[in-house]
């Protein structure tokens, strides 16, 4: 009876691995043959970087249906073993908070400012290639943001690079943070309050000092309207999450004044959880950044230092003046000048000024992950994670490895036996 | 019971309105008396006669009707419906009067894929009483044969055949109340046009503009007739549904909107959410159609997608997945990677139908799929089966089966053939409009060259009538 039940298992899984990877195979160029599309894998390295503790050497990645099923280093008599991927180096597929992700210009919601409510995820385009681009470069999970043109632009989505044309299924977590923006971009190409307007609605703000009244209005709104519910306004619930610590709230601050007008705002309204995103400048206020507890999205380096909407100051070494004054930080890829590698080389550059190799990994792996509350999925390489890895031809980050494969969910997105 | 419902008088018949008073109307009117001084046989005819225009309008004044009606027994449907009963069984009082018509064709295509060599359909008062290779037709039935495929007439449950004015609201994103059957004109060149390309029943259809456009209408493309006044709601969740000039200006504002009315359910959102009124929702990009999947698994409805050019690459959320697609039909240049999507698609066996702008874009499309390998019989199922399922009307139209409207198009040729042309169109058993030429590739090869003949006997020469001339 054992037997037959188990030889009916077996036939019912042959037959859906037949008969996936055949619709498969049909609607995509074929990457790999078929039987590999199965999402079972053993992936051996000569190095495992788990962003969890210690490096493993000489160790194995058992894969068993878009899961990690064992992790370790390879026993002796597997050493030779055949059907296995052999590459230099192994690390989790890295996280993107601020990533490069195309929308098209008919995600601004220009009737308000202050829209909350919100969600990027009703903008995305699965099919971008944006998503191609980040994945293959080793980016497999990315946090979407409304764009910066709106002063609060709404609700983020957490998404897997890769997978089906369906954002909804992509979903790593929805509603992750409350994103909006402070300095120059919500306040250009705004209609004045005089002349002609472009649009049909006369936008605010126009000013640095606009977009802050408009951040301070918006939260005072939300306290009067827990009072009275009257008062309450689309989008009050979201910014009662975030007052509540329930919602991260990230921005988009670069230089240094945007970085203390945000912590002032934080502080005002005793808002719980921050994350400053392209906080180039936040280098040059650790005080603030320590005392507020706020963590950063540090954005790309660039070829002089002078990076973001608002051109603020990125020193190479700001990645270890924030590790050396404790406070969190991850980088991301976001307007960085190679379209194909934005994330990847940015903890190489970070190194260059001085950050170690371990805290660059994790600034973006674990800690990213972390910040978004997704660490018990994605952001390391342990046992029930998902099977998001980075397949390195060397030392990860090193000026002369690459990233040779991509592994996401299981599927070999990037087969590195095709460089070979 | 089928609807069958009258449209307001003054959208009906132009010949039955008394005469009005804006000159708009006038000069309209007075248009389409020179179109119907022309040769009867050249011309495309707009009308069929007034007291046979309409169902409502014959089931007011015929008599039959009203007895059936006083008796309490039933509606004119069922009476048209009903098994066929000799003339002396017939309620008392009504003058059975049954209209009955032979038609012979060298092919019949029911619809459904099937096709008669040899067929003849009987129709009966507007309604196909029998069809197949031997049907007992009623001694002194009028009889007349055909030469070419006799197949159903096409519907399109999407179209673009009203001006813009009627179908697009610039000031507005929303407009759940709006009923677009209230700008339907019956007598229009639009409507004509489709009818001559076989196009018997159509669903018009608000644009893309408005994120609600209102509820769309089933109409016949001869006679006036409003098949259904309430057949989907017409959402669009395409680029052109954002516009910066109102709200919503994004995806995200738009795709919010309409989950706030469906979740609260209310009028016509209520009745999408029940089941009762479909959706047809404009989604021409691949980002657009993904949206549209998921808002409707999260909201409780599938319906159709209109103009999903790129749907064959979706079919990983696509595939059997309840959604329908209605193909758009530019024209002839339409570019290789969406015929080849088109083609994946209408080969994966899932269903799709076409939308109408005109009548060489609808024969240039289906052209396009059966040069990229789509079978004739599934691209004709797509014109008339599955397109009347969409429109709401499949029990009614789309196929050549017993009880169905005698909606038929004799083509000179194979209906999809590029070069065939629809030669005689049949509206509820009446054949409202006759080619004025015949298409060139029927001419027979033998005799003599068709410039020789007279003009006036290529229209006729290949119906040859046995019985009374229809």
Redesign the interface.
């Known amino acids: 009876m054992r037997t037959l039940l188990r030889t009916t298992a077996v036939a019912t899984t042959l037959a859906i691995g037949l008969c996936t990877p055949a ?2 195979a ?2 995509n160029a074929p990457k790999a043959p078929a039987a590999e599309k199965s999402r079972t894998w053993t992936v051996h390295a000569d190095q495992i970087f788990t962003a969890n503790g210690a490096a493993i050497e000489g160790g194995f990645i058992s894969v068993v249906d878009g899961k990690i099923a064992a992790i370790g280093p390879i026993p002796s008599r597997d050493r030779d073993k055949e059907g296995v991927l052999r590459v230099a180096a192994i690390t989790p597929g890295l996280i993107d908070l601020s990533p490069n992700i195309d929308l ?1 210009q ?6 308000d400012e202050i ?1 909350p ?4 995820a ?7 290639l944006s998503f191609d681009r980040a994945l293959r470069s080793g980016v497999t999970t990315v946090l979407c943001s ?1 764009p910066d043109e709106n002063v609060i632009g ?1 609700l983020s989505v957490v998404v897997k690079t890769g997978g ?6 992509r979903t790593v977590k929805a509603d992750a943070v409350l994103r909006g923006s402070f300095g120059s971009q919500p306040s250009r190409r705004n209609s004045p309050a005089f002349g002609r307007s472009r ?2 609605y006369n936008r605010r703000p126009t000013t640095r000092m606009g977009v802050e009244w408009e951040w301070r209005k918006a939260f005072y709104d939300a306290v009067v309207a827990r009072q009275d519910a009257e008062q309450s306004f689309p989008g009050v619930e979201q910014l009662h999450a975030v007052l509540d610590g329930k919602l991260p709230l990230m921005v988009q601050a670069g230089p240094t004044q945007d970085v203390r007008t945000a912590i002032f705002l934080k502080e005002e309204f005793a808002i719980p959880n921050l994350i400053l995103d392209q906080a180039s400048e936040a280098w040059k206020e650790p005080d603030l950044l320590v005392r507020s507890g706020a963590a950063v999205v540090l954005p790309p380096f660039t070829w002089n230092g002078r990076v973001g909407f608002d051109r603020g100051f990125h020193a190479w070494n700001t990645a270890l003046l924030l590790e050396e004054s404790g406070v969190v930080f991850a980088f991301s890829g976001r307007d960085a000048t190679d379209r194909d590698e934005r994330l990847s080389v940015q903890p190489g550059y970070a190194m260059r000024g001085g950050l170690s190799f371990e805290s660059a990994l994790r600034a973006v792996t674990i800690t990213p992950a972390r910040m978004l509350g997704i660490e018990n999925r994605v952001g390391s390489l342990e046992v029930g994670k998902d099977a998001d890895l980075v397949l390195w031809s060397g030392r990860p980050f090193d000026f002369t490895s690459d990233v040779v494969g991509v592994m996401l969910d299981g599927d070999l997105v990037v087969d590195p036996r095709a460089a070979q | 019971m089928r609807a069958v419902e009258r449209v307001p008088a003054a959208a009906s018949t132009g010949r039955a309105l008394p005469q009005p008073a804006q000159g708009r109307r006038f000069v309209h009117l007075a248009s389409r008396t020179r179109l119907g001084d022309l040769d009867p046989a050249s011309a495309v005819l707009p009308h069929i006669p007034k007291d046979e225009s309409m169902i409502g309008q014959t089931f007011l004044q015929a008599p039959f009707l009203l007895a059936l009606l006083a008796l309490g027994t039933g509606t004119p449907e069922v009476a048209v419906d009903a098994p066929v009963t000799p003339a002396a069984e017939s309620p008392a009082g009504a003058p059975a009067a049954r209209e009955l018509l032979a038609l012979r064709a060298d092919v019949v295509h029911l619809g459904d894929g099937r096709t008669v060599e040899n067929g003849t359909v009987l129709i009966e008062d507007g309604r196909i009483r029998a069809v197949g290779a031997s049907v007992d037709v009623p001694s002194g039935t009028p009889t007349v044969q055909l030469h070419g495929h006799l197949a159903p007439g096409f519907v399109l449950p999407h179209s673009s055949l009203l001006p813009i004015a009627e179908r697009f609201d610039a000031t507005r994103g929303f407009l759940p109340d709006a009923a677009i059957v209230h700008a339907f004109r019956p007598e229009s060149d639009a409507l004509s046009k489709a009818l001559a390309a076989g196009v018997t029943t159509v669903v018009l259809a608000p644009t893309e503009g408005n994120v609600v456009g209102g509820v769309t209408g089933v109409v016949k493309t001869a006679g006036g007739r409003v098949l259904k006044r309430r057949a989907h709601l017409a959402l669009s969740m395409s680029n052109a549904a954002v516009d910066d000039r109102r709200f919503p200006t994004s995806f995200s504002g738009l795709t919010t909107e309409l989950r706030r009315l469906f979740t609260a359910g209310e009028g016509v959102y209520g009745e999408v959410k029940s089941g009762t009124l479909p959706v047809l929702v404009a989604a021409r990009e691949r980002h657009h159609v993904a949206r549209a999947v998921d808002l409707g698994a999260e909201m409780g409805f599938k319906g159709a997608l209109i103009g999903a050019a790129l749907a064959g690459e979706q079919l990983d959320i696509l595939d059997k997945s309840g959604w329908t697609v209605v193909f758009e039909t530019p024209g002839p240049n339409i570019n290789t990677r969406i015929q080849e999507a088109m083609a994946d698609y209408a080969k994966s066996g899932n269903p799709f139908a076409f939308s109408y702008v005109d009548a060489d874009g609808m024969r240039m499309a289906t052209a396009q799929l059966l040069r990229r390998g789509v079978s004739p019989d599934a691209v004709l199922r797509a014109l008339t089966v599955t397109g009347a399922q969409v429109a709401g009307v499949g029990g009614r139209v789309g196929q050549i089966e017993r009880g169905f409207d005698a909606d038929l198009v004799l083509w000179s040729g194979h209906p999809l053939e590029l070069s065939s042309a629809p030669v005689v169109v049949y509206v509820d058993g009446k054949a409202v409009h006759r080619a004025s030429t015949r298409p060139a590739s029927t001419r027979p090869a033998s005799t003599r060259p068709a410039s020789t003949r007279p003009a006036s006997t290529r229209a006729k020469a290949d119906t040859k009538h046995t019985g009374a001339n229809r």
């Not at chain 1, 009703?122 to 099919?127: E, K, M, R, T």
Request: proline share 9%; glycine share 6%.
């Open positions: 619709v498969r049909q609607n098209s008919n995600s601004v919601e220009q009737s829209t409510h919100l969600r990027v009703d903008a995305l385009d699965p099919y971008s409304p709404g089906p044309g369906s954002i909804a299924k649009d049909f």
